[in-house]
C-alpha cells in the first residue's frame, strides 16, 4: 500500500512535485529522507509508467510550453501521479472534447458569440 509523503500520495508523488519545482535530487532525497539513488530509482519507475509507450499512443504535434508553465503544472501532475506532458495532454483533449474553449479563454464577445 502506497503511503502519503509530504503531502502527496506517495514518494514518487512527492518526488516529482519537488523535481517539477526544480529541486537538486540530493535536496529531495533529504527533504523526504532518502537515498538520492532512491530518488533516481522512483524517477525512472514513474518514467516507465506514463512515458515509455507515449509517442505510440500518442502520435501528433508537439507542443512547447514556457518553462514557468511546465513548472506550475508539475504539483497537479504529481498529486495525480502523471507526467505533465500528460497532464497538459487531458487538459487539452477535456477542453476540446467537451466544447469549453470558449469558455475558458472567455473572449466569445470577440469572436460575436456574446
Given amino acids: 500500500?502506497?503511503?502519503?509523503?509530504?503531502?502527496?500520495?506517495?514518494?514518487?508523488?512527492a518526488v516529482l512535485a519537488l523535481r517539477q519545482r526544480g529541486d537538486e535530487t540530493s535536496a529531495i532525497a533529504a527533504r523526504i529522507g532518502i537515498e538520492p539513488k532512491t530518488v533516481l530509482a522512483?524517477?525512472?519507475?514513474?518514467?516507465?509508467?506514463?512515458?515509455?509507450?507515449?509517442r505510440r499512443e500518442h502520435p501528433g504535434h508537439a507542443v512547447l510550453l514556457p518553462t514557468e508553465l511546465f513548472r506550475a503544472l508539475g504539483p497537479?501532475?504529481?498529486?495525480r501521479g502523471r507526467s505533465v506532458s500528460n497532464l497538459a495532454r487531458t487538459i487539452l483533449k477535456t477542453v476540446t472534447d467537451e466544447n469549453m474553449?470558449?469558455?475558458?479563454?472567455?473572449?466569445?464577445?470577440?469572436?460575436?458569440q456574446a
Avoid at 525512472?44 to 515509455?52: D, E, I, L
Fill in 1 to 13: 500500500m502506497a503511503k502519503p509523503c509530504l503531502g502527496y500520495p506517495t514518494r514518487t508523488a
Fill in 42 to 54: 522512483l524517477e525512472a519507475s514513474a518514467a516507465k509508467r506514463v512515458g515509455s509507450n507515449t
Fill in 76 to 79: 497537479h501532475a504529481a498529486k
Fill in 101 to 112: 474553449i470558449d469558455a475558458v479563454l472567455d473572449d466569445g464577445a470577440e469572436w460575436g
